[in-house]
C-alpha cells in the first residue's frame, strides 16, 4: 500500500532563503503528485501538480520535481518570505485514483 | 466564483449527538470527498462520491454517514457511533477522474465534542 512521509515535520529558516521541501512514496506506480499549502484553520491551496510522465512543473517562486524511480518529489520555493509561512502538504494518487496524503512539513519564515 | 463552501466554521456536539456537517460546490464537479485531519497526520479519507446517489467507504468510514442526492451536495453526518470525533474536517470535490486538474477544497469545518 502506497505512503507517503514529509520530513522533516517542522522547519524555520530566515527570510530571502532558497529552500526545499521533501516528499517520499512507497510505491513508484503514482498516477500524479500534487503540493498543497494550508494555512492555520483553513483549507488546502493547490500548489503544483506533476503528472506520473512529468518531471517538474513550476509557479512563479515554486518549483516541483518528481522522481518516480527513487520515490521522491521535492518542492523548491526560491526567495522565501514571511507570507510562505504555512504547513506544505504532499499528496501521491493511486491508481484507483485516490490521494494518499503526507503529514506535511509546517514552514516557518523568520522575517 | 467557482467553488466549495463548508458550514459551519466550528461546530461543537454534545456526547451522544449526531450533527452534520454541510458541504456544496458550484464547481460542476463530479466528484465529492470528505476527510478527516487530526495533528501530526495526513488527511484520511472517510468518504467519497464519483456520481449522485453513489458513494464509497474510504479508509476511516466508520462512525459516518453521507448523501449525495444533488450533484452539488455532500454531506456528512457524524453519528454517535464516531467515539473520537474532534478533529478537522475538509470536503473536496474533483472532475472525475482528475485528468490532472487536481481537487479544490473547502475551507474547514472544525468539530469538538464537548
Known amino acids: 500500500k502506497q505512503e507517503v512521509t514529509q520530513i522533516p515535520a517542522a522547519l524555520s529558516v530566515p527570510e530571502g532563503e532558497n529552500l526545499v521541501l521533501n516528499c517520499s512514496f512507497t510505491d513508484s506506480a503514482i498516477y500524479n503528485l500534487q503540493w498543497f499549502r494550508q494555512d492555520p484553520g483553513k483549507g488546502l491551496t493547490s500548489l503544483l501538480l506533476?503528472?506520473?510522465s512529468q518531471r517538474e512543473q513550476t509557479s512563479g517562486r515554486l518549483n516541483a520535481s518528481l522522481d518516480k524511480s527513487s520515490g521522491r518529489s521535492t518542492l523548491y520555493i526560491a526567495a522565501s518570505q514571511p507570507g510562505d509561512s504555512a504547513t506544505y502538504l504532499c499528496a501521491g494518487m493511486d491508481s484507483n485514483y485516490q490521494l494518499i496524503w503526507g503529514a506535511g512539513t509546517k514552514l516557518i519564515i523568520k522575517p | 466564483d467557482g467553488g466549495i463552501t463548508q458550514s459551519p466554521k466550528y461546530l461543537f456536539r454534545k456526547e451522544g449527538q449526531n450533527v452534520t456537517l454541510s458541504c456544496e460546490q458550484n464547481?460542476?464537479?463530479?466528484?465529492m470527498y470528505w476527510y478527516r485531519q487530526d495533528p501530526g497526520q495526513g488527511l484520511r479519507l472517510i468518504y467519497y462520491s464519483q456520481i449522485v446517489n453513489d458513494f464509497q467507504k474510504g479508509d476511516i468510514a466508520e462512525g459516518y454517514s453521507v448523501s449525495r442526492e444533488k450533484k452539488e451536495s455532500f454531506p456528512l453526518t457524524v453519528t454517535s457511533a464516531q467515539k473520537n470525533p474532534t478533529a478537522f474536517y475538509l470536503c473536496?470535490?474533483?472532475?472525475?477522474?482528475?485528468?490532472?486538474?487536481?481537487?479544490?477544497f473547502g475551507s474547514g469545518t472544525r468539530l469538538t465534542v464537548v
Open positions: 464547481l460542476n464537479h463530479d466528484a
Open positions: 473536496a470535490s474533483s472532475i472525475f477522474p482528475t485528468g490532472g486538474r487536481g481537487y479544490t
Open positions: 506533476i503528472q506520473s
